[in-house]
Structure formats: structure tokens, C-alpha cells
């Protein structure tokens, strides 16, 4: 069974990068679909971007979410999450998940990171 660990988040002044990691232990990531999720305090957890074991990609339609971009390295069985031009908007605990399926939802979980973006 697939363990994931996210890391990489912090506080951050607005206008900075920051690049979220997702490490894989217990699994061969190149065989799962990966994404990113984001949950504000007492809101639900909502899709930010995937990739799929090939590669291609797909990113939440919210227009804040351009400054996101999801890549992987198959090597190091990593995913990453670039957050550019960070807005306080922003601020949430980021998490990684992996899915056998093509498609819907995702069966593995990370713990998440959270994100602090300061003004």
C-alpha cells in the first residue's frame, strides 16, 4: 500500500514560490494517477491539479490556480506542486493523493502541509 508524504509548506510573504513535494514510500508512483488538494479552515478539500501516470495533466478551472503547476518525477517517485506569485488566498493545508484508477476518485492519502502566506 502506497504511503504518501507531503512536505514543503511554510509561511511565506505574498509574492513568493513556494514548491510542494510529494514523497511515495510503498509503491511504484509511475503506476498511479496523482493530484493536489487544498482545504481551508472549515471549507471542503477541493482539486487543485493531477497528472496522469503519463503524464498529461489537468488543473482546477478556478482562475487563481494558474499560478499551480503539478509535475512528477518518476525516479525519485515524487510529485511536486509549484505555487507561484503566492497570495494570502492561498493559505491552506495542501495534500497529495494517488489512485490506481484512470479516473474518480483517490485511494491514498498523504497527511498534508500546510501553507501560510503572509501580506
Known amino acids: 500500500q502506497v504511503q504518501l508524504t507531503e512536505s514543503g509548506g511554510g509561511l511565506v510573504q505574498a509574492g513568493g514560490s513556494l514548491r510542494l513535494t510529494c514523497a511515495a514510500s510503498g509503491g511504484d508512483l509511475s503506476t498511479y494517477r496523482m493530484g493536489w488538494f487544498r482545504q481551508d479552515p472549515g471549507k471542503q478539500r477541493e482539486f487543485v491539479a493531477s497528472?496522469?501516470?503519463?503524464?498529461?495533466?489537468?488543473y482546477s478551472t478556478d482562475p487563481r490556480r494558474v499560478r499551480f503547476t503539478i509535475s512528477r518525477d518518476y525516479a525519485k517517485d515524487t510529485v511536486y506542486l509549484q505555487i507561484d506569485n503566492l497570495a494570502p488566498e492561498d493559505t491552506a493545508v495542501y495534500y497529495c493523493a494517488a489512485s490506481i484508477s484512470t479516473y474518480g476518485s483517490y485511494e491514498y492519502w498523504g497527511r498534508g502541509t500546510q501553507v501560510t502566506v503572509s501580506s
Open positions: 497528472m496522469s501516470r503519463r503524464g498529461d495533466t489537468t
